[in-house]
């Protein structure tokens, strides 16, 4: 009997043993082939997962084999998309879900059904697309989920050039306006006219302000404008103004006026003020039509060509216009700004300089006081000083004067909406 049971315990630990080599066996049969050949097409483009997990069924579901891949290469970039067919081509039997990245942010996810026909947003620029395919388990049979991404780009539409007035006055502003520029470029303008500066009014929207200014040789000047790979050009004809002339009466002879004519005024003026063309700030600050920065009569108007005490040989040009005033009336920022420059000096006497947005800059000359310093943000119609006689002049008044780097341009005609910085 014992020997009975010895040979059906032999038999039985031998059957299992068997049980377990076939179990193993049929187990490490079970392979990658049982993976589904998955694909997906996106904008024409068929694509293999970046990574997967599939569970394959063994011994009618009793347990699975898992097989997984995380893929090395897990983001296909297309490169860019112009009117493709954004449709998508999955497998059948699958569930599939997406995630869209916009420059790095994300934008949304949701059932593929939920998608439009476009995969990508309106806005250009960088995408990120994922879908998941998921197939459910159906019973006890093989199911898992692959991974889909790719790159892809929305290219900016060709930036559009627009000019305003091509024929101007000495003392006019020429101005330049590109739009649906990519935000990674930096638009340049080379010209003989002056300062050049683009400076960004919105998302992809540039604005350059050329000054024609009031001593430029009347004649043709081109403008060369570029963004990226896009190139542009523009003739400008600049027409004489026929400015008026003035002889003006002065006491050399006064201690005052003797001091704000010498040779150490003016060197302090050359010091502080010129070095200031080169600037400009990149943002603009001004916003609508300029106004006069002060009540009061135009003594003096811009450009006039000026003679002191009858000495026809040393013709001056006088670069902004002169607002005659009673002493301490306010005098106002014209617009927006920031202050660049508030001294007193030897020939202007209290003097301040407003930066307007890419070197449009506003000067302020014989104040009898400040009310601003350097770094202070302006509003149009904010005080900045009081109207006097300070430095080199004859009674009390201001002297104003709008300048785009070096080049003086006509202040009055930034008074009237149809000015020519206003065109575009």
Avoid at 60 to 69: A, H, V
Avoid at 302 to 321: A, D, K, L
Avoid at 346 to 358: F, P, Q, S
Avoid at 381 to 392: D, E, N
Wanted: charge should be negative; hydrophobic fraction near 40%.
């Amino acid at each position: 009997m014992k020997k009975l049971l010895l040979i059906v315990f032999s038999l039985l630990v031998f059957l299992l043993i068997l049980g377990g080599v076939a179990v193993k066996f049929i187990y490490d049969g079970v392979d990658s082939s049982r993976v589904p050949a998955v694909s997906a097409t996106v904008f024409g483009t068929e694509l293999s997962p970046g990574s997967y997990h599939w569970q394959a069924s063994v011994f009618g579901g009793l347990t699975y084999k898992e097989f997984s891949s995380e893929g090395k290469n897990a983001t296909t970039d297309i490169g860019e998309i112009t009117g493709a067919d954004a449709a998508l081509i999955l497998p059948e039997g699958y569930t599939a879900i997406y995630e869209l990245f916009y420059e790095g942010s994300y934008i949304s996810t949701g059932g593929i059904e939920e998608f439009c026909d476009d995969l990508y947003a309106d806005d250009p620029g960088a995408y990120v697309l994922s879908i998941y395919l998921s197939k459910p388990a159906e019973g006890r049979g093989d199911h898992g989920f692959f991974t889909f991404s790719l790159r892809f780009e929305v290219p900016y539409p060709e930036p559009s050039f627009l000019t305003g007035n091509t024929t101007l006055y000495q003392g006019e502003v020429f101005v330049v306006r590109l739009s649906d520029v990519a935000p990674n470029v930096m638009p340049t303008a080379v010209t003989e006219l002056g300062m050049s500066i683009f400076t960004r009014r919105n998302d992809g929207e540039w604005l350059c302000a050329i000054p024609v200014g009031n001593t430029r040789t009347a004649g043709s000047y081109r403008v060369s404008v570029s963004a990226g790979e896009y190139a542009w050009e523009a003739d400008v004809t600049v027409k004489a103004y026929g400015f008026d002339t003035q002889n003006l009466i002065i006491d050399t002879s006064n201690p005052v006026i003797s001091e704000a004519n010498s040779q150490e005024a003016y060197a302090q003026y050359r010091e502080k003020i010129p070095p200031l063309y080169d600037t400009y700030d990149s943002a603009i600050y001004w916003e609508g039509t300029f106004i006069r920065p002060v009540l009061g009569r135009t003594s003096t108007k811009f450009g006039v060509i000026r003679y002191t005490n009858s000495n026809w040989s040393n013709p001056r040009h006088h670069w902004g216009m002169d607002i005659a005033a009673d002493e301490g009336t306010p005098v106002w920022a014209p617009n927006n700004g920031r202050v660049v420059f508030a001294e007193y000096l030897l020939n202007t006497g209290y003097t301040a300089v407003i930066e307007h947005g890419g070197g449009l800059k506003s000067y302020y000359y014989h104040m009898y006081s400040l009310d601003v310093g350097v770094g202070d943000i302006v509003q149009k119609g904010m005080q900045i000083g009081l109207v006097g006689s300070t430095g080199y002049s004859t009674g009390p008044h201001l002297h104003f004067e709008m300048r785009i780097g070096n080049q003086a341009i006509n202040p009055s005609m930034l008074f009237e909406d149809s000015a020519s910085l206003y065109s575009l």
